[in-house]
Each structure stands twice: as structure tokens, then as C-alpha cells.
Nanobody, 127 residues
């Protein structure tokens, strides 16, 4: 069964950090580009970051650029992708999702580009 599983969410104070993981089950992420998204209550799902399967290029939405870093675990295998989140703000509170698409896409911020989705992990930034 093909699955993506996110982990690493939780409660953190403003200014703190979290690292989210996106692990694949039932397939390898070698040929998949990965996007990270989030969805706050009452809002649409928002594309945050993307890492290309072709050359490892990374992209970020303006609101997280400089604070969030997407990466793959190339040292061991390519079945886990991370989102390091620093300098977290209360407005970062949301459910965070990873998504996979085979190959690469141009409009990485669009949910309809992706084939597989994880179930999401809650991130709450509050004092």
C-alpha cells in the first residue's frame, strides 16, 4: 500500500523550532518530487516548499523563506523528506501535509499537481 506519513508536529513556543518528517511506505521517493503544504482552520491548503526529484532544487513561498528548509535524507536513502521550521510564529499554526508527485512540476504550490498525500501532522505555535 502506497502511503506518505508525516511526523514531528507538536506544540512549540513562538520563536521555537520543529522538524517535520515525511516518510514513504510502499514505494520509494527516488523519482518523486515532494511538496510541503499546510492548512489552517477555515483556510485553503497552502503550498510552502518543494524539492525537485530531478536536481534537488528547492522552492519556498515568501512567508516561510529564510525560516523553513526542505531537504532529503540522501545520506541513507531517499525515502524521507524533512521540513526544518525555525523562528516559528503563531500564524504558522496549522496541519502540515507532505505530498508526492512523480517527476517534476512547475506549479508546485497547487494541490492538484500531486499524486499522493499524507494524513497531516498538527503544528501549534503558542505561548
Amino acid at each position: 500500500q502506497v502511503q506518505l506519513v508525516e511526523s514531528g508536529g507538536g506544540l512549540v513556543q513562538p520563536g521555537g523550532s520543529l522538524r517535520l518528517s515525511c516518510a514513504a511506505s510502499g514505494f520509494t521517493l527516488d523519482y518523486y518530487s515532494i511538496g510541503w503544504f499546510r492548512q489552517a482552520p477555515g483556510k485553503e491548503r497552502e503550498g510552502l516548499s518543494y524539492i525537485s526529484s530531478y536536481d534537488g532544487s528547492t522552492y519556498y513561498v515568501h512567508s516561510v523563506k529564510g525560516r523553513f528548509t526542505i531537504s532529503r535524507d540522501n545520506a541513507k536513502n531517499t525515502d524521507t523528506v524533512y521540513l526544518q521550521m525555525n523562528s516559528l510564529k503563531p500564524e504558522d499554526t496549522a496541519v502540515y501535509f507532505c505530498a508526492a508527485v512523480r517527476g517534476t512540476v512547475v506549479r508546485w504550490w497547487r494541490t492538484q499537481e500531486y499524486n499522493y498525500w499524507g494524513q497531516g501532522t498538527q503544528v501549534t505555535v503558542s505561548s
